[in-house]
């Protein structure tokens, strides 16, 4: 895994079950090659997830890329998966081995010691199957510990200019989230000259010159443990640069020499980030090559580090000092992972039952979730265009459609707002025409009414082919104690939302995300004001303080999603 950018999540897919014959003759071969070198420990895992997948034409190859282990014993548990033993030539050897012995329309590259999750490769065959021309699809991951902790989950929208993104940093990260067709493999192969990074290199031709999607759903989950390649950090680094430096002959264009820069130096920063904080932390002995790195590429680390050494380490002050000390370090940056005592943190202003507003933050310059749904919004300004629906008032239309609205229409339950030009219940709303709006904004709405569900249907319904729902709807929230009071229903999950929409709206059509962390969400149940937080805190997230939900669900335009050779999603 190659990754210094960081990637929301997308909606399960359900396929009819075939019958045997439709099996054979109908769903395509997915070829899944596994290369292992010296990962017997993790390798059954690999394999069963494989074996789990809902999809039912798989067939699977493990190369053994010369393994000193017991991997050959663990093979003869599975008789019915290709096992090929070469010499050992390393990771792009082992996968292009795996392709040669492969007979699958679609490829999919998973390492031994990661995880499919068991819709993964149905999911992806869909998206292929739709989009008809990409060269490839990738989906978004998560990292676990070697005992399949959850401890991250990398989220990223990706929708068009895949290759300047691809310059600008490794947006894909994990390898097992992509599923390949194999015209790919005709024209490119994976470079041996490569110690890691090669499926990097793969992303950077392949974008190059075809068309490719990308979605948000978790396909597979990231095994961290002592041994990862990616662990290997100055090694990472150097192969990540190297990749970038062949590829810059190609550049053609101003962008794209912008965007390689950018890429450089995102490498750099996200590497040596990395680094910085397994030193810091003090865990493992600092190699000869590690501090080089940091001294070459960041020198400000490389001094923090030092720093943070002869204080904390030559001189042995981790049981001698106050607690103090560490806090003042952790201001400064050098130590991070300062956390107070069970007995010892302060609550300082939040020590009292009750919030600092119940008007969720407008009296105190504006409410802490606007933040997430406004940007949203401002992401999304290109497709507020034409006949625009909004709920309660059209301030949103206005602000972020401005002179690409022709028309807009103001929806409210009941005629007690002057300004609505639609009077109805968005769950019962026959009156309405169908295919009447480009885009319907129905943001903080949905849980206010009991019969979500059928909402949906009804927006599904008067959106024009191609039109788009902009849907925002609060996660942890306060619930007001004003005019919604009696009507206040519902909280969701991104999860929620995105089986909720994808009951209605196809699967390649819905985008969902979740914004927030525990300090946003503290935030907002004291009520305090947007003015009042750093931005920084904002931006940060944590998918398990979920404050804010958004999504994108488009009506389908036609049955098929070519893309023609050079465009992209």
Same mark, same amino acid.
């Given at each position: 895994?190659?990754?210094?950018?960081?990637?929301?999540?997308?909606? &399960?897919?359900?396929?009819?079950q075939?019958? %045997?014959?439709?099996?054979?003759?109908?769903?395509?071969?997915?070829?899944?090659?596994?290369?292992?070198?010296?990962?017997?420990a993790?390798?059954?895992?690999?394999?069963?997830?494989?074996?789990?997948?809902?999809?039912?034409?798989?067939?699977?190859?493990?190369?053994?890329?010369?393994?000193?282990?017991? *991997?050959?014993?663990?093979?003869?548990?599975?008789?019915?998966?290709?096992?090929?033993?070469?010499?050992?030539?390393?990771?792009?050897?082992?996968?292009?081995?795996?392709?040669?012995?492969?007979?699958?329309?679609?490829?999919?590259?998973?390492?031994?010691?990661?995880?499919?999750?068991?819709?993964?490769?149905?999911?992806?065959v869909?998206?292929?199957?739709?989009?008809?021309?990409?060269? /490839?699809?990738?989906?978004?991951?998560?990292?676990?510990?070697?005992?399949?902790?959850?401890?991250?989950?990398?989220?990223?929208?990706?929708?068009s200019?895949?290759?300047?993104?691809?310059?600008?940093?490794?947006?894909?990260?994990?390898?097992?989230?992509?599923?390949?067709?194999?015209?790919?493999?005709?024209?490119?192969?994976?470079d041996?000259?490569?110690?890691?990074?090669?499926?990097?290199?793969?992303?950077?031709?392949?974008?190059?010159?075809?068309?490719?999607?990308?979605?948000?759903?978790?396909?597979?989950?990231?095994?961290?443990?002592?041994?990862?390649?990616?662990?290997?950090?100055?090694?990472?680094?150097?192969?990540?640069?190297?990749?970038?430096?062949?590829?810059?002959?190609?550049?053609?264009?101003?962008?794209?020499?912008?965007?390689?820069?950018?890429?450089?130096?995102?490498?750099?920063?996200?590497?040596?980030?990395?680094?910085?904080?397994?030193?810091?932390?003090?865990?493992?002995?600092?190699?000869?090559?590690?501090?080089?790195?940091?001294? %070459?590429?960041k020198?400000?680390?490389?001094?923090?580090y *030092?720093?943070?050494?002869?204080?904390?380490?030559?001189?042995?002050?981790?049981?001698?000092?106050?607690?103090?000390?560490?806090?003042?370090?952790?201001?400064?940056g050098?130590?991070?992972?300062?956390?107070?005592?069970?007995?010892?943190?302060?609550? #300082?202003?939040?020590?009292?039952?009750?919030? /600092?507003?119940?008007?969720? #933050?407008?009296?105190?310059?504006?409410?802490?979730?606007?933040?997430?749904?406004?940007? /949203?919004?401002?992401?999304?300004?290109?497709?507020?265009?034409?006949?625009?629906?909004?709920?309660?008032?059209?301030d949103?239309?206005?602000?972020?459609?401005?002179?690409?609205?022709?028309?807009?229409?103001?929806?409210h339950?009941?005629?007690?707002?002057?300004?609505?030009?639609?009077?109805?219940?968005?769950?019962?709303?026959?009156?309405?025409?169908?295919?009447?709006?480009?885009?319907?904004?129905?943001?903080?709405?949905?849980?206010?009414?009991?019969?979500?569900?059928?909402?949906? &249907?009804?927006?599904?319904?008067?959106?024009?082919?191609?039109?788009?729902?902009?849907?925002?709807?609060?996660?942890?929230?306060?619930?007001?104690?004003g005019?919604?009071?009696?009507?206040?229903?519902?909280?969701?999950?991104?999860?929620?939302?995105?089986?909720?929409?994808?009951?209605? /709206?196809?699967?390649?059509?819905? &985008?969902?995300?979740?914004?927030?962390?525990?300090?946003?969400?503290?935030?907002?149940?004291?009520?305090m004001?947007?003015?009042?937080?750093?931005k920084?805190?904002? &931006?940060?997230?944590?998918?398990?303080?979920?404050?804010?939900?958004?999504?994108?669900? *488009?009506?389908?335009?036609?049955?098929?999603?070519?893309?023609? %050779?050079?465009?992209?999603?």
């Amino acid at each position: 895994m190659c990754a210094p950018e960081k990637i929301s999540r997308k909606t &399960e897919l359900k396929l009819s079950q075939p019958t %045997k014959m439709e099996m054979t003759q109908n769903i395509p071969l997915v070829s899944v090659v596994i290369p292992s070198y010296n990962h017997a420990a993790y390798l059954s895992d690999a394999i069963e997830s494989v074996r789990k997948q809902t999809y039912p034409n798989i067939e699977i190859i493990v190369v053994d890329d010369g393994s000193t282990d017991n *991997t050959k014993s663990i093979m003869q548990k599975y008789p019915h998966v290709k096992y090929v033993f070469q010499q050992n030539q390393g990771l792009s050897a082992a996968r292009n081995t795996g392709i040669s012995n492969s007979k699958g329309e679609f490829l999919v590259f998973l390492d031994a010691d990661d995880l499919l999750y068991d819709y993964a490769i149905a999911y992806n065959v869909e998206y292929l199957s739709y989009y008809t021309d990409a060269a /490839f699809v990738s989906g978004a991951y998560e990292v676990v510990t070697h005992d399949k902790r959850n401890i991250d989950l990398d989220r990223n929208v990706i929708l068009s200019d895949h290759y300047l993104h691809t310059l600008k940093g490794n947006y894909i990260g994990m390898h097992g989230t992509v599923m390949y067709r194999r015209f790919v493999f005709n024209e490119f192969l994976f470079d041996t000259s490569l110690q890691a990074c090669e499926d990097y290199d793969i992303y950077l031709k392949v974008t190059r010159y075809y068309p490719v999607v990308h979605h948000t759903k978790r396909m597979a989950a990231y095994r961290m443990h002592s041994s990862n390649m990616s662990s290997n950090v100055p090694m990472m680094l150097a192969q990540a640069l190297k990749v970038l430096k062949n590829h810059e002959p190609l550049l053609q264009s101003d962008e794209e020499r912008k965007a390689h820069e950018v890429g450089v130096q995102a490498f750099i920063d996200y590497y040596c980030r990395h680094l910085f904080n397994v030193l810091r932390v003090g865990n493992i002995k600092p190699s000869k090559d590690m501090i080089n790195t940091l001294r %070459k590429y960041k020198p400000k680390y490389y001094y923090l580090y *030092t720093a943070a050494d002869l204080i904390l380490r030559k001189m042995k002050l981790r049981k001698l000092a106050p607690d103090f000390v560490f806090q003042v370090l952790h201001k400064l940056g050098i130590y991070h992972n300062y956390t107070p005592k069970s007995t010892q943190v302060k609550f #300082g202003d939040l020590g009292r039952n009750t919030p /600092f507003s119940t008007m969720f #933050g407008y009296d105190r310059g504006g409410p802490v979730d606007r933040y997430y749904i406004e940007n /949203f919004l401002q992401q999304e300004a290109d497709n507020i265009y034409g006949h625009v629906l909004e709920i309660g008032d059209n301030d949103y239309t206005l602000r972020f459609g401005a002179e690409k609205v022709t028309q807009s229409d103001i929806l409210h339950v009941d005629d007690s707002n002057p300004n609505a030009t639609i009077v109805a219940d968005l769950s019962h709303a026959p009156h309405i025409p169908d295919n009447s709006f480009d885009c319907i904004i129905l943001t903080q709405t949905l849980h206010l009414i009991y019969d979500y569900k059928a909402v949906i &249907e009804t927006c599904f319904r008067v959106l024009k082919p191609g039109g788009k729902l902009l849907l925002t709807v609060p996660g942890i929230t306060p619930i007001d104690c004003g005019e919604w009071e009696k009507s206040w229903l519902w909280s969701f999950t991104a999860l929620s939302i995105e089986k909720i929409l994808h009951e209605v /709206f196809p699967i390649h059509q819905i &985008e969902v995300n979740s914004f927030g962390n525990v300090l946003v969400a503290t935030a907002f149940l004291y009520g305090m004001g947007l003015p009042e937080m750093k931005k920084e805190d904002m &931006e940060y997230f944590d998918p398990s303080f979920p404050v804010i939900i958004t999504a994108t669900a *488009t009506k389908p335009e036609n049955k098929n999603g070519s893309l023609s %050779k050079n465009s992209e999603y």
